[in-house]
Every structure is written in structure tokens, then in C-alpha cells.
């Protein structure tokens, strides 16, 4: 075992004792520690933006662009922001406990299903201070164990902020170890956590598309992927094109760098030489550029604009950024095909005031969302009402589109009998 | 791409597209399908019945021992009672296409959870011919496509099984490729299979650690580990010990080969010098051997028996056979420690009158099914009402236990607006 495995095992190791002490936590006493963790971040905010400071100062020194500097950046105004989220976890549900599915069955046995923690969570994410908290809060309503890998960058606020955690849980007579931080930037670090699976229960990888691989294809672990949109709207021959036009811009340009912004626009071809110049117009007008089809290239000419050729490539990138891809298609059929090509399956929208074909696309498209005249942008956590969100999974097993708490949960068989035996 | 990953590739791609024509069928076809497949099934039974032969002789001539060629054999009964199985699986409820949690969101899109099939399954079996009609029919059943690999020692009768059964989605219309095998040995083939993460969307290990650590391995779809079961039960200070007998008797030695049978018994030290020589005895006439404590084995003299020293690996084994480990613990928290350190999250239990003890172990015990006052047998889909069983899941995403045909299902998030922007 290199020095790293058996750093990362007694790590595990510690995190599973201490998720033992969690698990069976009445909700009062998680909600006393999560009011506890905001008093302490609280108490703790000088040391905090202080570590922040010498984390820019790095990052600035190293020649991180304008929007990574404020994406580490961690003022007053916005760890209050963070303190009061803890409020709003406080104030959701706790999923923990719930019995399920209670029966008395034929065998003689009394049977249920009770909703308990996951046990031990890892959480590899970017240079987001923010997270560190999110996370944690979200494991801990939920009665897991943590383990944060954040991005190096963040590597000082990580520790003040996991710090004042960890002060936070000892002070409610809980182990501190139900948060812990892998605090060195090590990436063989990161490789020996994907194969804990002795000890961690689930792997969740906040980021990128390389870290996402990294995580499918050296995880021993379950591993939720996602968080990586390649995201559609079909305006189909029946849409409204007029309240097309403010769908599609508050789908690009709303917030372009984030993973349910849009990437491809397919436009049914009956209404494409009518849509195309507009579309283009008025989106460029937002600043957005554009790769098309050649029909695309062609009808919207007449707006003045040519987009770069669209191909295979183009067409399979998430952008975050104000870049749209826009295909015509036949019919909804070749929308769809486009859709199970491409599609990361994320989200994926269709505007028509045809009720068959939005029916037809819901049954036929198979991503996260599928909406029906609505931007893609909706899939959140929050504006889905879950109240908080660890991730959005686009596969399909155990939880799929954003995650709330009970994706923090599983659980387990309880039977009951008279000293009952299998016939 | 070497030639095995090109031929699995095109094998995933038409498993995905026939899984389209699957996903929105109404349950009435599918119930018709799988009595098309029965029916396919009782035409096909000759040329089945011979090609089982063909498999039995060539196990025979390779050596293969009485157990492993029961195994293999289907005569005319047993293609009987699996052809009677798929009318009870035609019996059994429909999950696809249920909505879950519809609700009128604040901004104003109507949001809901479809239930649908997961898409493409992937399952690796061993040499039970059984498998290949029961997995496929609860895929089919649940709208999604398989790609079947059972053991080579089944091959010849797995080629006359899912040609029967693609024979009848043929005949009711459907593509044949919903079911499809791998009709060669080639084990480079089942790695290919592992990576097929494009077209794939879960798989199902059924068979020994061994293939269960390979899928944890190799996998870079999600997989669903399970099957292996060290499982305990715990005899309290407070356990009625006449009845006790008959419970472990159960447990132990019913049914010896499976996962779900007991490996190791735990004694509070409290009852131990009564407990442990009646235990012994009497298993020992059922035909147990056993694997002791220092304690175990200095109290089970006064019965004439003395286990064989019990250490960290016997513990950890998990005997399929009629072994069992003994050890004496010094209370129920020892127990539990025990149980977290060697068990593989299958089925534990506890016997007890004391109903603080009773709670306590169902609390602290944490596998996919805990009982008090029963025997580990029970975990089976059949047995919990699920009526029919694809894997026992010993992980804690997506399904845990028995999984009966909703894990075979994921859900998608429809949301519905009026040309609705996010704010």
C-alpha cells in the first residue's frame, strides 16, 4: 500500500466510526449542530476571509482568469450568504427514518422498509469555497459522513471553513470526523478515495467532463455522474414563434456557463426560413455566436449573420458560453434522433402548441427534464422545490436529474417475526 | 478498437434503438409479448431440451462435479416451471409510466416524475439456464433490452432459449434485438461489455466475489454488486433458547448453498456455556461443522465436538456450504462491532425477547436486511412479496436487497410551462 492508500484508508476508516454516531441522530439534534455549524462559520468569518485572501492571492499570482479569481472569491456579504443557506436546510425535512412500505407478509414476518443514511459520501468538486459548506450541511441533515476533496485553489479556505465544521460537531458531542477534508493537493489522493469502497458508500464528482472519466473509469465506488448539460430546444412547425424567441434567449443567455444552458437549437424545417433570421438577429444582438447546419448557414443570411459550419464536433460540445449550435430538421422524429445522439441527457425542451407532438417528445426524448414550453434552465434543485440540490445526476440509477436530500439516503429491510423460520 | 470491443459496440447500438420501441409500449402488449415468449418457449422445447444435452455432455466430459451439472440440466419439468414463472411475472403490476410527485411548482411550471425503464441491461451469469429466460422476461416486462452473457458452460442451451424468445418479439412486431446474447466465450468480450457506458445503463453481476470484484473493477457503467452474503445472527442474553434451536437450524442448514443462509453465529457470553453445546449438537447431527472461538471451542467439549480455530479469515468467509463460525461476544455492541467489521451488508439478525435490544440491533446494524426474531433466510424477492427477483443488491444506491422489477426502472422529470422563462 503506497503512503497515500493507507493515508486515505485510516481517513475512510475514521469517516465510517463516526457515520455509525450519525445515522440514528433524532432531527432535533441535527438541526441544534447544523445552528451550531452557522454560529461557528459565524465566529470564524475573519479567519475565513483571511484564508480566502492568501487563496486569491495564489490564484492572481498564478494567472487564474477574472472568472475563476471570482468563483474562489469568498467577501463578507457572500459567506453571509452561505451562512443563511444553513437556515434553509435547517428549515427542510429530514428524510431520515421514515418507515416504508410496512406489511404484514404471508410468510408471517412483519416487514418495512426504513429510510436510512448512505453512511459515508465523497464529494469531489472545483475551486467553489461555497461548497464546502453546502455539502457538509446536506451529509450531516442527512445524518452521513463526508469526505471533501476541493479544488486546489481553495485549499486554505477549505480548512478554516472545515475547521469551524469540525469545532461545530465536537461542541455537540458528535465526532469531528463526520467532516473531513483531504488537505493536500495530491491527486494520487483523489485516485485512492475512488477505491474505498470498503468505507465510502458513493462518490459524488462535481466537475468537469475529464473529472467526471476520471471517476467513471477508476471508481470502485458508485459514482453519480453529472452536472454536464449538452442541452436542446426543438421549435417545432406548431410553436409560437414569437414567445419562441424570449424561451430560447432566457435558455442561452440567461446564465451561458452553467449545465442546463442551451447548446443546440433544432428548428423544424416548415417554419425555419420564417425563425432562422429572427432567431439569429435577436440573439446576436444578446452577443451570442452561432454554428449552423448549412441550412441554417443559408436561411439566415438574410439576418446578416453566417454561423461557422456546424459538424459531428460542434454538435457533441457543452459550451458554457454564448455559443448555440442550430440544426433544421425534417420533423420531430429527426429532432429526437438528434436528441439520442447527442444529448448528455440532461435537458432537453420542445415549444409547440401541438399537444401530440408534446406528448410525442416527453414519451420519446429520455433525459433528466424534458420540458414542454419552458427553458431548459429549470432543472435546479430549487426551482424544482427539492430545497436543496448535492448535484444534478444525468444517469439513471439510483437518483436522476437534481438531488435532494433523499438522494443522501438509502435503505434498509426490516423484518420482524416470533422466532420465524423459511418454510 | 480491437474486434471483441467493435462487435460489442454494435451489439450496445442495437440493444439502445430497440430499447425506443420498448420504452412506450402499453402494458397489454406486454403482457402479450411474454405470453408469446411462453408460447415460443413450449414449441422450442425439444430442440432446447437437446441442446441442454449437448451442454450436459460437454460438462460431463470436462469434468464438471454432480452439483454444477445439476445446475446445468433442463429437463421437461424444469422448462415446465419456468415457463409457469412467466405467467406469475405477467401477473405482477406494471411500474413503467406511473407519475410520481406531480405539483404546480412556484414559477409556474407543472412539474411531475414519469416512471420508465432504465433502457439497456446488462447481465453476467453463471451456468443456470434458468437466468436467461428470467432476466429477460423481467426486462421485457419492465420495457427495457437486455444483453445477456451467462456461463459457456449454458451456451448451446442459451442459443435455443433467446432464439425462442426473439422469435416471439418478432412474431408480436417488436425488434428482435431487445434480447440479445453473447453467444461466445470469449472473456474479452464481458470487459468490452463493462466499458459499453454509451449504450448500457446498468449491469448486473449474478455470480461468485470473483466476478462481483471484476464489474467493480472494470465497470465504467453503473453496476449493481450483490449476491454475496456473510451473514450473522446474534443470540442475546435474552433469547428464548429452545426456539432459538430451530431458528439458526433454519438458517444454517435449509438451504446451505445460498446467500442468504448463515455463516456466523454470535453468542452473548451471558448464555454462552448453556447455548453453545445444545447448538453444536444439534447442528452437528444436521451435518454442520464448525469454526470456533477459544471460547467456543472450550465450551462446545462438553458436547463432544471441538470446532476448528476460527480466525480473521474464517470470519470474513462466506461458506455456501454447511460451515458455520461461532464466537462468543460480551454483549450486543461487541456483536455489533463484529457485524460491521466482516458482514457484506446482506442479512443479519437478532434473537431476543428484549424489545430495547431488539431496537437497538435494528438501529446499529446496517445491511440491506436486518431481523429480530428470524431466520437470514428470508431476504428473497419472492419471499418479501416482490414476486419476482432480478439480483439481492448488497450496495446502497438505487436498490438494496432483493430488487424486484422497480429497480429495473428509473424516472424522468416532465415539466410543463406556458412558453415559461426562468426568472
Known amino acids: 500500500m503506497t503512503e497515500q492508500e493507507s493515508t486515505i484508508q485510516a481517513l475512510g476508516q475514521r469517516a465510517k466510526q463516526a457515520s455509525y454516531a450519525l445515522a440514528n441522530l433524532a432531527s432535533n439534534k441535527k438541526q441544534a449542530l447544523l445552528r451550531a455549524i452557522a454560529a461557528e462559520l459565524r465566529q470564524a ?105 476541493g479544488g486546489k485553489e481553495t485549499l486554505a479556505s477549505n480548512k478554516v471553513l472545515t475547521s469551524a465544521i469540525r469545532q461545530a460537531l465536537v461542541a455537540q458531542g458528535l465526532p469531528a470526523d463526520a467532516v473531513q477534508l ?36 477508476q471508481a470502485t465506488i458508485p459514482v453519480i455522474l453529472g452536472g454536464i448539460g449538452i442541452c436542446h430546444l426543438f421549435v417545432d412547425e406548431a410553436a409560437d414563434l414569437k414567445r419562441a424567441v424570449d424561451v430560447i434567449a432566457n435558455a442561452k443567455v440567461q446564465r451561458p456557463t452553467v ?17 432562422i433570421p429572427v432567431i439569429c438577429r435577436e440573439l446576436a444582438a444578446l452577443g451570442v455566436t452561432f454554428y449552423g447546419c448549412e441550412q441554417t448557414r443559408a436561411l439566415s443570411a438574410a439576418s446578416g449573420i453566417t454561423p461557422l459550419a456546424a459538424d459531428d464536433e460542434s454538435y457533441a460540445t457543452e459550451w458554457l458560453s454564448l455559443t448555440l449550435g442550430i440544426r433544421v430538421v425534417q420533423d420531430l422524429d429527426e429532432a429526437v434522433a438528434h436528441i439520442r445522439r447527442y444529448s448528455s441527457g440532461h435537458s432537453e425542451a420542445i415549444l409547440t402548441d401541438n399537444i401530440h407532438a408534446a406528448a410525442e417528445f416527453m414519451n420519446q426524448v429520455d433525459s433528466a427534464a424534458v420540458y414542454v414550453n419552458a427553458s431548459t434552465r429549470f432543472t435546479d434543485g430549487s426551482e424544482f422545490g427539492l430545497g436543496a440540490e448535492v448535484a444534478v445526476s444525468t444517469q439513471k440509477l439510483h437518483a436522476r436529474g437534481p438531488m435532494g436530500l433523499e438522494a443522501l439516503t438509502t435503505y434498509k429491510w426490516l423484518g420482524t417475526g416470533d422466532y420465524t423460520r423459511r418454510k
Do not use: W
Not at 71 to 90: H, M, P, S, T, Y
Not at 259 to 275: G, K, Q, S, Y
Open 182 to 217: 483531504i488537505d493536500s493537493p495530491d491527486r494520487s489522493l483523489v485516485s485512492a478515495l475512488l477505491k474505498l469502497d470498503k468505507y465510502v458508500d458513493m462518490i459524488v464528482p462535481r466537475g468537469g467532463a475529464q473529472l467526471q472519466r476520471l471517476c467513471a473509469e
Open 45 to 149: 468569518s475573519a479567519a475565513i476571509i483571511a484564508a480566502n485572501a492568501q487563496d486569491l492571492a495564489a490564484a492572481r499570482q498564478a494567472g487564474l482568469d477574472a472568472a475563476m479569481l471570482d468563483r474562489l472569491l469568498l467577501d463578507e456579504a457572500r459567506l453571509d450568504g452561505i451562512i443563511a443557506d444553513i437556515d434553509k436546510v435547517i428549515a427542510l425535512g429530514d428524510p431520515v427514518g421514515q418507515e416504508l412500505d410496512s406489511r404484514l407478509l404471508d410468510n408471517g414476518l412483519r416487514l418495512s422498509r426504513r429510510r436510512v443514511p448512505l453512511g459515508v459520501i465523497g464529494v469531489i468538486y472545483e475551486a467553489r469555497p461555497n461548497v464546502t459548506v453546502d455539502i457538509a450541511v446536506l451529509a450531516l441533515k442527512t445524518g452521513n459522513a463526508v469526505i471533501l476533496r
Open 259 to 275: 449545465c442546463n444552458a442551451l447548446d443546440t437549437l433544432l428548428v423544424h424545417r416548415a417554419i425555419a426560413a420564417e425563425f
